[in-house]
């Protein structure tokens, strides 16, 4: 039904620098200083607890770091600030590389190549280079052992130097916020107005703080604290690339009050003062707070990085060509050409990169059938789904594939009401094909004409008055809904918050039914005003919820005019798409393919990123696509990342490593967002997605390493794993994974909570040996985990290159009494392969041609 995989930590070699830009040179600075010695490091892997990276900056030419057996492998310090890099020195242990590039970055994201060869002799190597940048790798590409890479020394020379600080105020008039104000009349941004006559002032408290976002990264040199009478005895001045995790460049116990000018050395987006004692009975207030940050003559920067400071970007504009609107004023013989030639195009158009949204605006339609095709949406621009009615039919059906719906991916439909001409809608479809805020007056038919297969789906926030039939559906979710009946099941259909949904009777009929979902949000959606202005709602967080949202006449949320997104088009570079962020504004991706040669960075609390049309993200170069900052209440929705044909590490990362923040009340969240490796070409990626971030709230992602299309094959788009959760508290609703080359999820925070899970095991290891001895189980739950819950869990096997093939169990948990799974099953398709066990060694075996699930009710 669908598949994909990565193998390496592959990451850009050549892009385009955002803060730097560098040239070979002829000849070293001699007197420049060693700068790695003792930085923090880290590498791509380790080959033992014996030769960590550490090693390799110690000094100490008797200890070394040396990696796993495998190309590539990279190694990379963290020099603390921007330097001008002269030399590095590489003193190589026997297995050396024959092959390796350095590479210096500002973010350690998006690097440049400063020395680069293929015919190493390994040694001490003492190269002379120019660049600046934070991070300095090593990035080895072809090993000369069987071994893998490994140094005893890896030496950084440079220079601070070349840079004077400026005298204007980076602070002046950016963003600005604070723990806390003692009133409305001093807030935050007072403190960085360049009026001496206006201060913040916070409450009466310890601690305290105030903070201010740069709009970039930038190098700090000096503070200027212009105190009011109640100043700080205690504070620390601290910088941060996300605003969340922060390092200390100045600290006192002695503050004297005043104005006090800081000589500082840091590097940060972000600008924090951090007060931890008062010198009177007050909070702590100042007129003004003033940044001043490092400028550089040389050398000039290629690609500047995107900063609010630059030209301004235009918020709203034009959707494109790829968006049709209609208005009620439209026939439904006109309506119906313009559907009918998209259908046209996209009824078959599986790997195609024609992309499109049909969208109404509020009023009443007639007398058309708009049958949807592949990487096609269609929506209501109303605010509910009454507000656009549609007297007529939307369909999916399975025509161009013989009647099997096993293929009808990436299509949705969203926010209108339908009064379909037969009393049923038919929605038959596969994965990657939402059914949200959709107010049906009559049955919901999910299979094709002729009952052919379907394999799954999803519902949410909507609402149909008769009955739900699934009929040949192998396995579907639904989601704070209400429903008049469901009709049947085949093997997992589950519901959460479902009026009218069936009792709990797993596994027979298969039914899992929890009366509330612990925690939603739904997807952000584009609508028009009273006005006729585009804007953007955002719907509330709910717990325990039940029903839909709109059930009240409205959708609690907040509405953002569409002139504070950035709307973008397929022909826009990364670098805009930076600019844009870096100025406040949110992303509104219209219908296309993009291609990025350099990370998205979302940094910037509350941040909406959202795609029309299946918009398609393809890193270049193996770049990672997108990353988000460990901050509250991000929403990333409505995209396909695509693998590209270098390998990604990660396609979306949510929060970076060693994230530790509680967005309880307000988290960052993930809605119909897809990941796919191979299909479309070879694409490979090591992992789909990373959440690091605590409290993320997954709502309906598939992530599939492609099993058919072009670009497919066990070592063509390798994939090793689809979603890793290391974040705490984590919530995944309606998690499809399928078909990757190890563990398909890995769940390594506490906390976490799935409900509904939909797994293919890899179609084609060619041995068991290719694969492992017992497999991978498709979803692993660290050893280390002492809290974690699911429910409505299926994983499946279809060996299909080698039906010998046996995977030892589909679940794999550690046994606690907080760690407990409901209504599992495994199913060996037609008896291609077997899954010896359900979860750890209970339950089991699946295999034999008659495809009947193995179920396990409860465990522990």
Not at 41 to 66: I, Q
Not at 552 to 569: D, E, K, M, R, W
Request: negative net charge; contains cysteine; charged residues 10%.
């Amino acid at each position: 039904m669908r598949r994909l995989h990565a193998t390496a930590v592959a990451v850009a070699t050549a892009l385009l620098a955002t803060c730097f830009a560098v040239v070979l040179t002829g000849s070293a600075k001699a007197a420049d200083p060693l700068l790695s010695q003792g930085k923090p490091v880290t590498a791509s892997s380790t080959e033992n607890a014996g030769t960590p990276a550490a090693n390799a900056v110690d000094g100490n030419t008797g200890t070394r770091w040396s990696s796993a057996f495998s190309d590539p492998q990279w190694i990379q310090v963290d020099l603390g600030a921007t330097a001008a890099v002269s030399q590095v020195v590489l003193q190589w242990e026997a297995a050396y590389a024959t092959a390796f590039q350095l590479q210096v970055s500002a973010d350690a994201t998006t690097w440049t190549t400063v020395y680069s060869t293929t015919t190493s002799t390994g040694g001490t190597q003492t190269l002379t280079v120019n660049g600046t940048g934070r991070y300095v790798r090593m990035y080895g590409t072809a090993r000369a052992t069987a071994y893998g890479y490994s140094l005893w020394e890896f030496q950084v020379y440079g220079s601070t130097g070349g840079t004077s600080c400026g005298t204007a105020n980076a602070g002046l008039n950016r963003p600005a916020t604070a723990s806390s104000a003692e009133s409305a009349g001093t807030a935050a941004t007072y403190a960085v107005d360049g009026n001496t006559g206006t201060r913040w002032s916070s409450a009466f408290s310890d601690p305290q703080w105030i903070q201010v976002d740069l709009g970039s990264v930038q190098t700090v040199c000096q503070v200027v604290l212009q105190w009011e009478a109640a100043y700080a005895t205690g504070f620390q001045i601290q910088v941060s690339d996300t605003g969340s995790t922060w390092t200390s460049i100045y600290s006192t116990t002695t503050g004297t009050g005043g104005t006090q000018t800081l000589t500082v050395n840091g590097t940060g987006r972000y600008v924090r003062l951090y007060g931890t004692a008062r010198a009177t009975g007050y909070g702590y207030s100042f007129w003004e707070f003033v940044i001043r940050t490092r400028t550089t003559a040389s050398p000039t920067p290629t690609s500047p990085t995107p900063s609010p400071t630059g030209p301004q970007l235009p918020g709203g504009g034009p959707l494109g060509s790829n968006v049709k609107v209609f208005d009620p004023s439209m026939s439904g013989a006109t309506i119906q050409s313009q559907v009918d030639a998209i259908f046209a195009q996209m009824e078959s158009n599986q790997f195609g990169s024609q992309r499109y949204a049909l969208l109404f605006k509020p009023g009443t339609y007639s007398g058309f059938n708009a049958q949807i095709g592949f990487y096609t949406s269609i929506a209501g621009l109303g605010q509910n789904p009454g507000d656009v009615r549609i007297n007529g039919d939307v369909t999916v059906d399975a025509g161009w594939f013989n009647g099997n719906a096993t293929q009808n991916f990436w299509r949705s439909a969203e926010n209108f009401s339908i009064y379909p001409s037969a009393g049923f809608t038919r929605w038959a479809v596969s994965q990657a094909a939402p059914f949200r805020r959709i107010d049906v007056h009559g049955d919901l038919n999910l299979a094709p004409n002729g009952y052919g297969w379907a394999s799954g789906g999803y519902i949410a926030d909507s609402r149909v008055s008769g009955q739900v039939g699934p009929y040949s559906q192998q396995q579907w979710y639904t989601r704070d809904s209400q429903i008049g009946s469901w009709g049947n099941g085949v093997w997992n259909m589950v519901f959460s918050g479902v009026q009218g949904a069936p009792a709990q009777a797993f596994p027979n009929p298969p039914y899992t039914t929890l009366a509330t979902t612990p925690v939603s949000r739904e997807k952000p959606y584009l609508y028009v005003d009273g006005t006729g202005a585009y804007r953007v709602f955002v719907p509330s967080l709910r717990t325990n919820a039940s029903g839909t949202t709109w059930a009240n006449g409205s959708t609690p949320g907040t509405s953002i005019p569409l002139t504070q997104f950035y709307v973008a088009q397929p022909t826009d570079s990364a670098a805009t798409l930076n600019q844009a962020l870096a100025q406040g504004l949110n992303l509104l991706f219209t219908p296309g393919v993009y291609h990025l040669n350099q990370t998205i960075n979302v940094t910037r609390a509350d941040t909406v990123v959202l795609g029309l049309g299946y918009a398609t993200l393809i890193p270049d170069n193996g770049v990672t696509p997108m990353t988000v900052a460990d901050v509250d209440g991000v929403k990333i929705a409505g995209l396909l990342f695509d693998a590209g044909a270098v390998n990604s590490p990660v396609l979306l990362q949510i929060g970076p490593a060693g994230s530790s923040a509680s967005h309880a009340a307000n988290p960052t969240s993930i809605n119909d967002v897809f990941f796919r490796i191979g299909g479309a070409g070879a694409g490979k990626a090591t992992t789909s997605l990373i959440v690091n971030s605590n409290n993320t709230l997954i709502d309906h992602i598939w992530a599939w390493r492609a099993d058919h299309g072009t670009g497919v094959g066990w070592t063509v788009n390798t994939a090793d794993t689809g979603l890793i959760v290391n974040g705490n508290n984590v919530t995944a609703l309606g998690l499809f994974v399928e078909h990757y080359q190890k563990y398909e999820v890995i769940w390594n925070g506490n906390g976490g909570k799935t409900i509904f899970f939909q797994n293919e095991m890899p179609y084609d290891p060619p041995n068991q040996a290719a694969w492992r001895a017992g497999g991978y189980a498709a979803y692993k739950v660290a050893d280390t985990v002492t809290s974690h819950e699911g429910w409505g869990l299926g994983s499946y096997c279809y060996f299909n290159v080698d039906p010998t093939i046996v995977a030892d169990h589909g679940f794999e948990v550690p046994v606690n009494a907080n760690v407990k799974f409901h209504d599992l099953l495994t199913v060996s398709l037609g008896g291609n392969g077997t899954i010896a066990h359900v979860i750890n060694s209970t339950g089991g075996p699946a295999q034999g041609t008659a495809t009947v699930p193995v179920n396990v009710v409860s465990f522990p």
